[in-house]
Each structure stands twice: as C-alpha cells, then as structure tokens.
C-alpha cells in the first residue's frame, strides 16, 4: 500500500425492508434513541478512516431530509436501485471523481448498526495487502441441510460454509468492473459474489457475531440489546 491509497465507505439504503413489515424501511426505525441508519453512520465515522461515506437513498425517501447527519461533511448522498447492487453502484458512481482504481471501498449495509470501529479496523488490517480484498464472515453454529420440498437430502459440511456479513471490502476499480459486469444478475447478492463471478477468490475474516442484519421485527430489540452490550 502506498502512503495515498485512501478508504472510502459505501452505504445502500435505499431497501423499502419488506421483511421487517413496518410502517417505514427499516433503516428509519427508531434505535437507542436514533435511526438504525443514523447508528450504522456513527460507527462508520467513529471507525475514523474514511475520506467519505456516500450512502445511497431512494428517490422517493421522505425521511433522509430530516436527519441532522445528512449534512456531516463526511456524508455524500446517491441515488438508489432497483436492487441492492444498483445502490452501491450508483454510490460508487457519486465518487469517482475522487477515488482511484486502487484505493479500498468499503460497503456495508446500512441494516448493521452494530458494527464496531474495531471490526472495521480487524477487517482493513487482514486485508491490506491482499490482491483482491474480502468480507467480513461468521462460521456456522447449527448443522446445516441440504433440503428439497420439505426433505433432507443431505448434511453440508460446515467447514466450508460461511455467513457473509458486511463490510465487504474491494479495491474501488475492481469493484466497480465487478457490478459493472454483473448488472442485473440476481445472483449477485453482495459485493463478493461479483467478484467471484469474475473468478476472484475474495478472503474471509472472521467478524463479531453481533453484527446482525435487522430483517425481521423481533431484530430490532437484539440490535438494541448488542448495542447496549458493546
Ligand atoms: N438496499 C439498497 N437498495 C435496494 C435494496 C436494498 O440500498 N434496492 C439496502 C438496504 O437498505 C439494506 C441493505 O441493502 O441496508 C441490505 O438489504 P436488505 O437487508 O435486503 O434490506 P431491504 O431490501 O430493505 O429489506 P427486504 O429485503 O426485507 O425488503
Ligand atoms: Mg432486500
């Protein structure tokens, strides 16, 4: 890495959280005292490594405007897509002017407003001077299925199965060719899955289990659990 190699942070928000079925996306629920987005921002400017963080946000989104933090000197608004991989290119897009090929982005969901700065910075150190960069994982407890309509064809071997949490860090060029070449693919589900789609092996490092995506209603009371554990 050289001394210039910069960090930046993507962060699509732009979902309407049908899973959650609340009267608002869920990013704009109310967590300790602030929204679940606001709580994922302050972690990511706590973790004090970013040139920006360019969040990405529906057009139709009534909410944003209202939040103190939209006018952070840190903070950068894209428009969002159709699909969870459309917001984070629209908001790699809002800083090319400024990033280059080889700095790292790193994406994480605005759902995850338990992350901690010593994540961010136990992801960044692990893959500093990788090629192609990586995410931030968590092993299987459970024994795992492989199940068809209903029945069990067979166990999967844990070993190599694991759970991909964000952030998910990649060089800002190789990403954005990645999502690039990979636009309305539905099987790209995260960053990693781009790249692996261009025959890149991304690494893993292992993350803290706390690091929940709030999906469903009864996630929202464990965020604030975790968040008053941390
Ligand atoms: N996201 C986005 N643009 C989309 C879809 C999702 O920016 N078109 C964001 C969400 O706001 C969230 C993250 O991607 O922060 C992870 O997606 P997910 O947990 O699936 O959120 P939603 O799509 O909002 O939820 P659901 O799938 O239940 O509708
Ligand atoms: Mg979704």
């Known amino acids: 890495m050289t001394n210039s190699t910069k960090f930046w942070a993507v962060v699509p928000a732009a979902g309407i959280g049908k ?9 704009y629920l109310e967590l300790a005292g602030k929204t679940v987005l606001e709580q994922t921002l302050l972690r990511l400017l706590q973790a004090a490594v970013f040139e920006t963080i360019a969040v990405a946000i529906s057009k139709e989104d009534p909410y944003w405007p209202e939040l103190e933090i939209t006018r952070h000197e840190k903070i950068l608004i894209a428009d969002g897509g159709k699909e969870r991989s459309n917001s984070v290119l629209s908001a790699l897009k809002a800083i090319r002017d400024r990033a280059s ?19 961010i910075h136990h992801l960044i150190n692990n893959l500093l001077n990788d090629d192609v960069g990586g995410i931030l994982a968590l092993s299987s407890h459970d024994t795992l299925k492989n ?3 209903g029945s069990i064809l067979g166990t999967l071997n844990r070993i190599h199965i694991w759970r991909a949490l964000t952030p998910q860090m990649f060089r800002y060029g190789m990403l954005k060719n990645a999502l690039e070449a990979a636009e309305g693919n ?9 790249l692996e789609l261009k025959g890149l092996q991304p690494k893993i490092v292992e993350g803290r289990p706390d690091n929940i995506k709030i999906t469903r209603p009864e996630d929202l009371a464990l965020a604030q659990f975790y968040m008053e554990q941390q």
Request: charged share 30%; glycine share 0%.
């Open 19 to 27: 899973r959650m079925n609340a009267d608002r996306p869920k990013q």
């Open 101 to 119: 090929d080889n700095d790292w982005v790193l994406v994480h969901d605005a759902a995850r407003p338990c992350i901690t700065p010593a994540d």
């Open 147 to 149: 199940v068809q309509d």
């Open 186 to 194: 539905p099987a790209v589900t995260d960053e990693a899955s781009a």
